[in-house]
């Protein structure tokens, strides 16, 4: 069973006839130098996850083609679950042109479509962090992940995550968050109040917060990658 970010494949008279998912592909450089004694390898680079599903589509010609196009609009650079894995949501993308298997015979047609993307954590994790130093754990991730953080408490705060730092003023009564490209403040734009190099990122095991002064209050939320 597949659900989409609105409905499910069965919605469409369709079901998932079978199912693969690879692990995350990675690649380390590795040089292995004349005068050196054993090789330097480098840190892992982590690729897509591929993943093949065959869907069986049933009921007229027009039906099949008409349910055909919807599914793929809701495959194709969206989320999409299964019914058995819980806990997870897969990002896909779909790799070139669906195979058809069968064509309209006895009124069922079957596709399999090649998809590349990445797993997260579907229920997002939010930290309340207070004090000057913290140490968030994301212990399931594979690789830094995008994670977002809503800063209150007073006019100015400095944020530390790891090598990252966040310098954020004119806070005053309402809460700034920082994540997924945006900068805001109530509904507006809060960008030239806030000071920093690349948006917020966790990394698999100890992340370390450090904020400035300790009475502000920071929310860290993020998802995380999975292999």
């Known amino acids: 069973m597949i659900f989409f970010e609105s409905g499910e494949l069965k919605d469409y008279k369709a079901r998932l006839l079978d199912r693969e998912i690879s692990i995350v592909n990675s690649e380390r ?19 897509w996850k591929k993943i093949k599903l065959t869907i069986e589509y049933s009921g007229s010609v027009q039906e099949i083609e008409n349910n055909k196009a919807i599914i793929h609009s809701k495959i194709d650079n969206h989320f ?25 015979h ?22 309340n962090l207070t004090g000057s130093n913290s140490i968030v754990m ?53 960008w030239d109040s806030v000071d920093f190099k690349r948006f917020p990122k966790v990394k698999a095991g100890e992340n370390v917060v450090k904020i400035t002064p300790s009475t502000a209050k920071v929310k860290l939320k993020f998802r995380g990658l999975l292999r």
């Open 106 to 127: 006895d009124m069922f047609q079957s596709l399999t479509y090649n998809l590349m993307g990445y797993a997260e954590k579907e229920v997002e994790t939010a930290v």
């Open 29 to 47: 450089s590795n040089i292995w130098a004349d005068n050196f004694l054993k090789p330097v390898i480098g840190s892992p680079k982590f690729k």
């Open 80 to 104: 999409i679950r299964f019914k058995d894995i819980s806990g997870v949501r897969y990002f896909v993308l779909v790799d070139g042109s669906p195979s058809i298997s069968n064509n309209y």
């Open 138 to 190: 994301a212990d399931e991730m594979i690789l830094e992940s995008p994670a977002i953080i809503e800063v209150s408490g007073n006019n100015s705060v400095v944020v530390e995550i790891n090598d990252d730092k966040f310098e954020v003023s004119g806070i005053g009564s309402m809460s700034v968050f920082i994540g997924e490209g945006k900068v805001t403040k109530g509904n507006a734009n809060h």
